[in-house]
């Protein structure tokens, strides 16, 4: 679950703006048989990564986002797609 609280002179005189995110993720995993690691270990082992890519791929999104609409909203338009990114 990942957030973003107000956009900075968006929105007009005293009215905010926030961009928000609730994200949920199912995997399913089919383990071989023969697969000596318990499953319950692999499935929390797999729960926890995902988890930590998640908790830092949407934060960077939606800052993303907010920068990105603030200039649009502003009227700037980026030239080049990858200009803010890095």
């Known amino acids: 679950v990942g957030g973003v609280g107000g956009v900075d002179g968006v929105g007009g005189e005293g009215?905010?703006?926030a961009i928000a995110s609730d994200t949920t993720l199912t995997v399913t995993l089919q383990v071989p048989r023969w697969f000596v690691v318990p499953v319950s270990v692999?499935?929390?082992s797999g729960s926890a990564i995902m988890q930590k890519i998640l908790d830092v791929s949407v934060p960077k999104f939606l800052a993303q986002l907010q920068t990105d609409y603030a200039k649009w909203s502003a009227g700037e338009v980026r030239d080049t797609m990858d200009e803010d990114l890095g």
Request: aromatic share 0%; hydrophobic share 50%.
């Open 15 to 17: 009215m905010s703006v």
């Open 42 to 44: 692999v499935e929390s």
